[in-house]
């Protein structure tokens, strides 16, 4: 292999940097395009009765999505507390203990389920809740997203609490603690960071998905008379009034879009301090 | 047993200290024998280092004298460790009992990166269980870190991160924590190897502070400081299939001076290691 001289390495380097730069831009026009089109088509939409109001039958104006946004969190409120302390002492189970074959197919299995269409985990839940209780309901709705944030939380924690160096462990260890406190004093408060930012992502991602709310929560356009209700959601708003033929519908879905990409720009922003904290900590 | 030091007596060590004694103790990780039938006796009170060129499991020794050898995974040691006459590998003792008992300082300076200075020091006794007396945590922290020679440097900053501390100040506060339990012997994992000289200066004074009132045992690689601190010294190595073994255990003096064995005096005149 021959020693390419110091002029064609020098271009070579530049080439490559512009390459890379040029890539970068690309992926940020396609975001500032998605969130130009949606901000330009959704402010519209935004005002006192958007937050406020129920949705009103078509030809009337001044209608909101209030039920959709309360229906949203709660759907989403309940799958986080399924699934973020499932999924986190998971997490800390295959980062310090899991060697074995138990382990080693729960990681494989957590993989797989990331990859796996959210529309077959919302025939899931239908077929195993909604068809057996009868009737759709928020809960089977949770049950649906808290299936698919419990992989993503079970694999950040698991990475985030095997950054903490082992010394550490080995040094509460060391002092005579106890397992167990040793690990969920000492060495999880140093993952706490990650843990957290886990499980914001894996909110921001559950928080968009609409089509296994389709078969779960199925949409309502009333307020919520329980969990075991059929529940308004912000993406199933989007979905039925965006392919509706009335353009005061489409303006709402419009404003949920927005609404929706603010929040999980929100939650990323969030996850993001709170790492950036950690990193400046130490 | 007398004590010797630098060719001089050292004085006599009276001390409350426990004794520490070692019995035919093999170690492996998984199915290789890593240390191979140690007996050594540790004089109470007195600084014991234990030399060796990389490799020759004399940490894998040390940390089997307080338990945290098993904490590897698949590793697993055999034989006696008496403290004060109790077998600690003896079914039914607890290893955090022994470990509080026996205290560790690690190669790395380890402070917990989420705790306060004062936190640091009271980490094991807040999450192991007070140690008899009736002292508060503010005192239990202020002597142990007078003890670790760190009081007048952080007294004024307790309540900032340990982290925020230098390296040798945060091996100071580690042997602060691990004083902060009350311990009886103290075992020291090449503490100064990842210090600047004048950090190592401080760990060397203060383990010579702390003679006499703990049995301390030193893993080191540097045979000056060895020989500069240590009242006895035990010179492992590995043989054949990198199992090791104590070749020669005695006064620090007779060691550097005459040694008995062939491989000691290879060793600490520099022909290999």
């Given at each position: 292999m021959g020693l390419k001289s110091p002029s064609f390495r020098k271009f070579w380097n530049v080439f490559m940097i512009l390459i890379s730069a040029l890539c970068c831009v690309v992926c940020g026009i396609v975001l500032a395009i998605v969130v130009a089109f949606v901000i330009s088509k959704g402010y519209k939409a935004l005002n006192w009765n958007f937050f406020t109001k129920l949705p009103l039958p078509v030809g009337m104006s001044g209608g909101g999505v209030a039920n959709a946004i309360v229906g949203s969190i709660e759907i989403v409120l309940m799958a986080s507390l399924l699934a973020v302390p499932i999924g986190v002492l998971a997490g800390i189970y295959l980062a310090l203990f899991g060697r074995g074959h138990l382990a080693a197919n729960v990681r494989f299995f957590s993989d797989v389920l990331t990859g796996m269409p959210s529309i077959a985990i919302g025939i899931f839940a239908y077929s195993l809740i909604v068809i057996p209780t009868g009737h759709f309901s928020a809960y089977s709705a949770a049950i649906a997203l808290a299936v698919i944030m419990l992989p993503i939380v079970v694999r950040t924690t698991e990475e985030a609490v095997r950054l903490v160096p082992g010394v550490i462990r080995e040094g509460a260890l060391a002092l005579g603690i106890p397992a167990w406190k040793s690990t969920l004093l000492v060495t999880v408060p140093v993952a706490r960071a990650g843990i957290v930012t886990g499980a914001l992502l894996s909110v921001a991602r559950v928080t968009g998905e609409s089509a296994p709310l389709l078969f779960t929560a199925f949409g309502s356009q009333f307020w919520t008379k329980g969990f075991s209700s059929p529940i308004a959601a912000l993406p199933l708003v989007i979905f039925i009034n965006g392919i509706s033929p009335y353009p005061d519908w489409q303006q709402l879905a419009w404003g949920c879009a927005l609404v929706l990409v603010v929040l999980v720009f929100a939650l990323n922003l969030i996850a993001r301090l709170a790492f950036s904290r950690r990193v400046s900590a130490n | 047993m007398q004590t010797i030091e630098n060719g001089q007596p050292a004085q006599t060590t009276e001390t409350t200290a426990t004794s520490l004694e070692v019995k035919n103790l093999s170690a492996y990780y998984g199915k290789h024998l890593a240390v191979k039938g140690v007996n050594m006796n540790f004089e109470p009170g007195a600084i014991t280092a234990l030399i060796g060129p990389s490799g020759c499991g004399k940490s894998t020794l040390l940390r089997c004298l307080n338990r945290?050898?098993?904490?590897?995974?698949n590793a697993r040691a055999e034989g006696e460790v008496l403290l004060d006459g109790q077998n600690l590998y003896e079914p039914g003792v607890d290893p955090t009992d022994t470990r509080r008992r026996i205290g560790m300082v690690f190669q790395r300076p380890n402070p917990f990166p989420t705790m306060t200075i004062v936190d640091n020091v009271l980490a094991g006794v807040r999450l192991a269980g007070k140690p008899p007396g009736d002292a508060t945590m503010e005192e239990i922290a202020e002597k142990s870190l007078r003890r670790a020679a760190l009081w007048d440097e952080v007294k004024d900053k307790l309540h900032k991160a340990g982290t925020s501390l230098s390296g040798g100040q945060q091996q100071r506060l580690c042997i602060a924590r691990a004083l902060a339990v009350d311990p009886e012997v103290l075992l020291m994992d090449e503490p100064a190897s990842a210090l600047d000289p004048i950090s190592t200066v401080k760990i060397e004074e203060l383990m010579r502070e702390l003679r006499g009132a703990y049995t301390i045992i030193i893993v080191t690689h540097n045979m000056q400081q060895a020989a500069r601190c240590s009242d006895y010294t035990g010179f492992m190595l590995a043989g054949e299939s990198a199992t090791g073994e104590l070749v020669e255990f005695d006064s620090t003096s007779k060691m550097f001076t005459t040694p008995k064995e062939k491989r000691t005096e290879d060793y600490i005149t520099g022909r290999f290691g």
């Open positions: - | 945290m050898h098993e904490v590897i995974p």
